[in-house]
C-alpha cells in the first residue's frame, strides 16, 4: 500500500463586484474574492494539495494565470482535471482536510454543500472531505475583511 500527503494553501483579496465561490458554492456577500480565475481559495488549495501529493507541480503551473483559457474558470471544472491526473495514476482520497480563516463571509450555513461538491469531484464517501472555518479574531489582512485564506491536506492510496 502506498500512502502521500499533499498540503496547499491559497490566499485571495475581496473586491466588490466579484461573486464570493467557495468550495464550488457561490456564497451570498457584497464582495467576492479576486483571481484570474473564479478565485475558489478553498478549492484552489484542495487542488494545490493533490497535486503535491502526487508528486506535481501547483495550480499555477498547470492551469497559468496568463493563459486566456482559464479566465473566470470554474474551480470545479479544474478540479475535476486534477483529481482526473490523480485518479489515473491510480491514487484513491483517504481523506481532506480544509480549513478557511475569512472574518467575512459566514461559511457555516454552506459547509454541507461544498464537502457535497468537493465529495463527488474527488469520488469519495462525504465523510473523507472535512472543512472547517474560522475566523483571525479581527487581526491581519483576515480580521481587516480584505480576503481569506484556505488550506487543505490531503491523504491518498495507491495499492
Not at 473564479?38 to 494539495?49: G, K, N, R
Not at 469519495?124 to 491581519?140: D, F, H, N, P, Q
Request: charged residues 25%; glycine residues 10%.
Amino acid at each position: 500500500m502506498d500512502l502521500r500527503i499533499g498540503q496547499g494553501i491559497d490566499i485571495h483579496r475581496f473586491k466588490a463586484g466579484r461573486r464570493c465561490i467557495l468550495g464550488g458554492v457561490e456564497i451570498p456577500s457584497e464582495v467576492g474574492l479576486l483571481g484570474h480565475s473564479d478565485a475558489d481559495a478553498l478549492t484552489h488549495a484542495l487542488m494545490d494539495a493533490v497535486l503535491g501529493a502526487i508528486g506535481q507541480r501547483d495550480i499555477g503551473t498547470l492551469f497559468p494565470d496568463t493563459d486566456a483559457t482559464f479566465k473566470d474558470a470554474d474551480s470545479i471544472v479544474l478540479l475535476r482535471k486534477v483529481w482526473g491526473i490523480a485518479k489515473a495514476a491510480g491514487w484513491r482520497i483517504v481523506n481532506a482536510d480544509i480549513s478557511l480563516l475569512a472574518q467575512i463571509p459566514k461559511v457555516n450555513p454552506y459547509v454541507t454543500k461544498m464537502r457535497e461538491r468537493l465529495s463527488a469531484v474527488l469520488e469519495c464517501e462525504l465523510e473523507r472531505v472535512t472543512i472547517k472555518a474560522t475566523t483571525s479574531e479581527k487581526l491581519g489582512f483576515i480580521g481587516r475583511e480584505e480576503g481569506v485564506l484556505a488550506s487543505a491536506v490531503v491523504l491518498i492510496q495507491r495499492e
